[in-house]
């Protein structure tokens, strides 16, 4: 039998967070919390009951102590040891069972916040704003999703310890309520002062956090440029380079040391003033006749049991929320950026299928001019670099200024997915995700037959022999495991089985030696056929398979 | 439980990881440095533990003081009352300073160790070829060097204390006990075959599941990775729906492994508690015994028993500890199989020369290459099969073939980059594989088909292969190269932060870039591969810079155009790994052969033509 609350081992898609352009880190934080509330809520009910379970062992000690023990009866003795069992019982299984419930809810919502951040990386209107190096990218979608979704563990821990002062605090007062009420003060003032001393090291652990997150991209940065890195025998100064960062990394942590250690012994000492005066106090009490030696054993057993729960509860909540806020900045900095593409205002959907389906007319003009295409036309632009980037800015809908018709349709009012959907811009140097060739070209949406057509019509056949397991090949990370030429044709080929309304191709072949460029260009034109292309490039290949071919002079608005 | 289907399926060939001899090797040998830290550590916190006894013993001594069993004299009264306050948080504010201190030392030398070993770590992955970091992964590569780094440091940062503190804190709370009655310290044995039996339990499952969770981390970092590197072509595509897959399901199963783990930790808390529970009924019962036969007094007793509640906590923290340990100690096997010994191109014996003096005279200024017998290749069948080839100092040749011909793995052995399963590449008579990788690039070095700009500054970048090159040299190079202009429009010159957070220059800028690299390096030789790929002909400025760059030395192209190919000394045409033709462009042309054919086809679509 598998151990109670072991996760299903499919995903579990409910999605517990809403998020919008309102939510602040700390609303972020709110949220995470209270997502899944019934296994948090349990979790909080377990804590509870595990500390309650803490604060009754000295109880029953002193009892034995006081009772059995003194009059050597037992009889007793065995029944306070019973009576023991069952607290560690109690104890034991609340910790059990609240701890796998506290951690799977933290997990669940932790895996939810990663896949909202990628879901991000991957929309198709683009991340705008500034840019990020990949490096950040993954640190956010990791250790940042992590610190963000470990918040909900104070929906735990904290709780239990809160109720372990409140537990302690009634029995105290139970004994001799001035000492109860004592100790209740003093722990609210032990936890204030905690808080208080929380706050520095949480600007420390910040630095700290940020350096070795430095020293971490710059790390990925050059394992990355790896090929540039050997190819000029500079491995030894990018180490260099790299233990640079590390030691910027190390002085940070080693301030964050310092602080940390700082914060502990604050806390150490005024918890242990806390219970020395307890303590003192008890004694006292005993001494003047107000205790007897079983209420002296237990107060001093439940305010030194105490200690812990208070010292850390400031360290919890202090570490754990400094870090999570920290974090869940970063995660909504990611979420919240702009589209570097931004949807209309009010999108209105592309036509349906039947008007995109066959040969459709296109229509571009941008300010310095545009160009159209017939329906069905294979076009090549041979423009210089400003010339082409106007036409590639309008045909990705990143200039505003622009206008493009789809089968007289302007796509201004079109979501951006449906334009990308429509208006497929690849180049040469596009990327090949880790995974087969089949999964590459098919996107897990083209039919086998169309993905094999694509592959032969982009001069994949010779690629595909040598490949072992051929269309089944991995390959490779970012397709490193290809030459360059064979990833081109691989990426052109994805491109001819996605099929759009118009395919437009930025250099595409410009890793393949002129043979096979030329028989790519002609397969490539047969297989559009009856499609709306557009080729940019400047390859004498494509010039002699096009239907026109447009220059600078064809794109421009002429004085 | 099976694994997700790929994208980011695991690779073939993955690094290796550590046996445990190895790690504690190297823990041994990277801490050795800071021994006199780490044993101070250990005295400052055991002089903490041993004040946190003092508290316990004093309400003894009062419990024997109230039932009149005699309690030290120095504790009566109302003088003894305030003498024994002020002993009791004196031994607490000193402990908690011994503490802080201890925790300080001990951190600082563990954070250290850790330092030492990521940076020996990342300088390994660095000088490992290319071929091994993406045959293993990048992501691989990546996450051992950050995600298991960060792992190690945590676990070092919060475990060494509490394993020092409290492993401190348990040994002197039982000699303390001891001191009582032995009776007290003999009778928590029955709590030792309990911990014994969680503590197996808990290890026989617990390293597995800590080896797979990271494992599968860093499969979920590799596709994470390739969605932000791809992020062109995934939003080009759409491909969101697709991607979201293997994302799913690489993190759920990180997700599932972490509880999995917690369960186990769980169930080893469980057993402590059980222990926990026979250490005092067992203590109870002893007491009872030893008060029945007047062996201690009800104060030595209560002292006993509250001797043994305060080691709950070191016990769970050094219990806690050993989870973390164990984690810790799965990332270091990671780590320190990435560093261990290092394999593949470029791996020399350290270069026992100051760079300075290699570049004046220890590598003669000559040039002349010279390839015997080449075979190379990833697998079993090699993709250069046989290559010989003299090219003089000074002189251009330009290597053409359809793709998978063996081009650019030649290009990358004749660099030195990769190694070759047979035959040898000599320059000046002095065979390529043999100069430690530190010099090879000031005698070949190779432009690659990418240009990668590094998030740092010009100088930085420009700087790489030859660190502390003067202003001078690096405004030459970029003179070289056409960039001059470029470089001194930016708003910080040299010191400008290229990249995605300052300026990101064009991917044409980043290849005339790459030139610039290698002009400030200035090699004997250049292995030039696909460098001018992106630009067609009449795309000037590359071509211009590549030029400049190879004028006055002895160059190797991979050529994709014939026009490269064209102003080349000699050009060779290699089809399935072997040299077909080879001579100048007329003579290759009017022979009509392999190469004229090519000619034909590539001007037979010209417009100008």
């Known amino acids: 039998m598998q151990p109670f609350f072991t996760p299903p081992e499919a995903e579990d898609v409910r999605s517990t967070l809403r998020l919008d352009r309102a939510t602040t880190p700390i609303r972020l934080i709110g949220q995470v919390i209270r997502s899944r509330p019934w296994l948090t809520a349990g979790a909080a009910l377990m804590a509870v009951l595990h500390q309650i379970g803490e604060v009754l062992v000295p109880v029953v000690v002193g009892r034995a102590i006081d009772g059995p023990l003194a009059e050597r009866d037992a009889a007793g003795t065995l029944l306070a040891v019973l009576a023991l069992g069952v607290v560690f019982l109690v104890l034991a299984t609340a910790y059990r069972f609240g701890a796998r419930m506290a951690h799977s809810a933290a997990s669940y919502v932790e895996h939810e916040l990663r896949m909202l951040v990628t879901d991000r990386l991957t929309r198709p209107n683009g991340l705008g704003g500034r840019h990020r190096a990949h490096g950040d990218l993954l640190t956010v979608a990791s250790t940042d999703a992590q610190a963000v979704a470990r918040t909900k563990l104070l929906a735990f821990f904290p709780v239990g310890e809160v109720a372990a002062v409140v537990a302690g605090g009634v029995v105290l007062i139970a004994i001799w309520w001035p000492l109860g009420v004592g100790v209740l003060c003093g722990a609210a003032v032990t936890a204030l002062v905690a808080d208080r001393l929380a706050a520095p090291l949480a600007h420390r652990l910040r630095a700290s956090q940020q350096a070795s997150g430095a020293a971490a991209s710059v790390a990925a940065d050059f394992v990355s440029g790896l090929r540039v890195v050997s190819g000029l025998g500079a491995s030894e100064e990018a180490g260099r380079r790299y233990v640079r960062s590390s030691r910027t990394a190390l002085r940070a942590v080693l301030r964050s040391n310092g602080a940390r250690a700082q914060l502990g012994g604050m806390t150490q000492v005024t918890g242990g003033v806390f219970v020395a005066a307890t303590a003192a106090l008890a004694v006292w009490a005993a001494l003047a006749g107000l205790l007897s030696v079983g209420e002296l054993v237990m107060v001093v057993g439940i305010s030194q049991m105490l200690v812990e729960p208070m010292s850390v509860l400031g360290r919890n909540i202090g570490v754990v929320w400094a870090t999570g806020l920290a974090s869940s900045r ?118 086998e037959a169309r993905m094999i057509g694509a592959c032969e019509a982009a001069g994949c056949a010779d690629v595909l022999r040598v490949l072992p397991g051929g269309v089944d090949a991995p390959v490779g990370e970012a397709g490193g495991r290809l030459s360059g030429g064979q990833r081109q044709r691989i990426s052109l080929a994805r491109a001819l089985a996605a099929d759009p309304a118009v395919l437009v191709l930025e250099d595409p072949t410009t890793a393949l030696d002129s043979v096979t460029e030329v028989d790519v260009a002609r397969s490539v034109a047969r297989f559009r056929r009856g499609r709306t292309t557009l080729v940019c490039t400047s390859s004498p290949a494509w010039h002699s398979v096009a239907d026109r071919v447009l220059s600078n002079d064809d794109v421009e608005v002429q004085p | 439980m099976s694994a997700p289907a790929a994208p980011g399926t695991a690779p073939e060939t993955t690094l290796p990881i550590a046996r445990p001899g190895q790690v504690w090797r190297e823990i041994l040998r990277l801490a050795a440095p800071h021994a006199p830290r780490i044993l101070a550590s250990v005295v400052l916190l055991a002089a903490a533990a041993a004040c946190g006894l003092v508290l316990p013993w004093l309400l003894g001594a009062f419990v024997d003081l109230l039932s009149g069993d005699g309690a030290p004299s120095w504790i009566e009264g109302t003088g003894g009352f305030w003498r024994a306050v002020a002993a009791m948080v004196g031994a607490l504010v000193a402990g908690a300073g011994l503490q802080a201190a201890g925790i300080v030392l001990s951190a600082g030398a563990a954070d250290r160790v850790v330092a030492s070993l990521r940076e020996r770590a990342v300088g390994s992955a660095l000088g490992r070829s290319q071929a091994e970091v993406e045959a293993a992964g990048t992501g691989d590569v990546v996450s051992r060097s950050s995600d298991d780094v960060a792992a190690v440091t945590t676990a070092v940062n919060q475990s060494m204390p509490a394993l020092t503190g409290a492993g401190a804190g348990i040994v002197v709370t039982l000699i303390g006990m001891a001191s009582i009655h032995w009776a007290f310290a003999l009778s928590l044995v029955v709590t030792i075959p309990v911990y014994w039996f969680s503590v197996r339990r808990y290890l026989r499952v617990a390293p597995g599941m800590y080896h797979r969770e990271r494992a599968e981390r860093a499969r979920r970092a590799g596709v994470v990775l390739g969605a932000a590197r791809g992020g062109r072509t995934v939003r080009a595509y759409g491909m969101a729906g697709f991607l979201r897959g293997p994302l799913a399901a690489t993190s759920w199963v990180v997700a599932r492994m972490n509880v ?46 509250l001797f043994f509640l305060r080691i709950f906590d070191p016990v769970g923290a050094v219990l806690m500890t050993l989870d973390q340990v164990q984690s810790a ?207 067609a002909e009449d795309d000037d400025a590359l071509a211009r810079a590549a030029e400049g760059l190879r004028r006055g030395r002895t160059a190797m192209i991979v050529a994709h155009r014939l026009s490269q190919a064209r102003t080349a000394d000699r050009i060779l045409v290699m089809e399935d790994g072997r040299v077909v033709e080879s001579g100048g462009h007329e003579e290759l042309v009017a022979a009509g052969g392999r190469y004229a054919d090519l000619w034909a086809a590539t001007h037979e679509g010209r417009r100008e033509d």
């Open chain 1, 330 to 447: 970063r995660v909504l900095e990611v979420l919240d950026a702009p589209d570097a593409v931004p949807d209309p205002l009010e999108p209105a959907a592309a036509p349906a299928g039947e008007r995109l389906a066959g040969a459709v007319p296109l229509e571009i003009e941008t300010g310095e001019g545009g160009l159209s295409l017939a329906p069905g036309e294979l076009a090549v632009l041979d423009a210089d670099r400003e010339g082409s980037r106007e036409i590639l800015a309008a045909l990705s809908g990143e200039d505003p200024e622009s206008v493009l018709r789809l089968a007289g349709e302007e796509t201004s009012s079109w979501p951006v997915a449906d334009l990308r959907r429509h208006v497929l811009l690849a180049t040469g140097e596009d990327f090949l995700f880790a995974g087969t060739v089949r999964e590459n070209v098919s996107r897990g949406v083209v039919d």
């Open chain 2, 260 to 305: 999995l783990v917690q369960i186990a930790t769980t169930r080893l808390f469980g057993g402590v508690n059980l222990a926990e529970f026979l250490g005092v009924a067992a203590l109870l019962g002893t007491a009872f015994l030893l008060l029945d036969g007047e062996a201690v007094t009800l104060g030595a007793a209560t002292s006993a028993v």
């Open chain 2, 329 to 535: 100690l799965t990332s270091l096997s990671r780590i320190v199989g990435m560093a261990g010994p290092r394999r593949g191109a470029g791996d020399g014996p350290e270069d026992p020369e100051p760079r300075e003096k290699a570049a004046d005279g220890a590598i003669p200024r000559g040039g002349d290459l010279m390839i015997e017998g080449l075979l190379a290749g990833y697998g079993a069948e090699p993709v250069v099969r046989g290559v010989d080839l003299a090219v003089p100092a000074g002189t251009s040749v330009a290597v053409v073939g359809a793709s998978g011909a063996g081009k650019s793995t030649l290009a990358a052995v004749v660099a030195g980059v990769r190694e070759p399963q047979g035959g040898k590449v000599t320059i000046d008579g002095r065979p390529v594989h043999g100069i430690p990788a530190g010099r090879r690039a000031r005698t070949v070095a190779l432009v690659a088909q990418e240009g990668h700009v590094f998030p740092v500054s010009l100088r930085e970048n420009l700087d790489l292969a030859s660190p502390g090159a003067e202003d001078g040299t690096l405004w030459e190079a970029l003179r070289r190269v056409g960039l001059e202009d470029w470089a001194r429009a930016l708003p910080g010159g040299l010191d400008t932060v290229l990249g995605p957070e300052g300026v990101d220059p064009e991917p044409e800028l980043a290849q005339q870039l790459a030139l610039a690299r290698v002009a400030v390096l200035d090699p004997a030789v250049l292995v030039l591969d696909e460098a001018a790929s992106r630009s």
